[in-house]
Nanobody, 118 residues
Framework: QVQLAESGGGLVPAGGSLRLSCATSGSIFSINVMAWYRQAPGKQRELVAI???????NYPDSVKGRFTISRDNAKNTVYLSMNSLKPEDTAVYYC????????????WGQGTQVTVSS
């Protein structure tokens, strides 16, 4: 089992920045892919950023150039640095982890709220 715990959410004005953290614990040796998702009210959960075990990253166009996913293996933590935030970035942000790239995510965190005011 793997446990994920997000932190770092909050209220920020448009144009501001936040850094989310996802602390991992448990059988983390089995994890090859980690990601950040978000879900706004009334919308489907969407992928925000993904990072592989070797730190290959990928982003959707909606956040590319503004968000950066990174990992600190010594701290077993994955980060999401968010800059130039927009009101449409408001959502609950979730950390996710899985073993196999082609399979659904095995583990999810409880989420952290990010609210961007206009």
């Amino acid at each position: 089992q793997v446990q994920l715990a997000e932190s770092g959410g909050g209220l920020v004005p448009a144009g501001g920045s936040l850094r989310l953290s996802c602390a991992t614990s448990g059988s983390i040796f089995s994890i090859n892919v980690m990601a950040w998702y978000r879900q706004a009210p009334g919308k489907q959960r969407e992928l925000v950023a993904i990072i592989s075990r070797v730190s290959t990253t990928n982003y959707p166009d909606s956040v590319k150039g503004r968000f950066t996913i990174s990992r600190d293996n010594a701290k077993n933590t994955v980060y999401l640095s968010m800059n130039s935030l927009k009101p449409e970035d408001t959502a609950v942000y979730y950390c996710a982890a899985k073993t196999y790239a082609s399979m659904p995510y095995d583990y999810w965190g409880q989420g952290t709220q990010v609210t961007v005011s206009s």
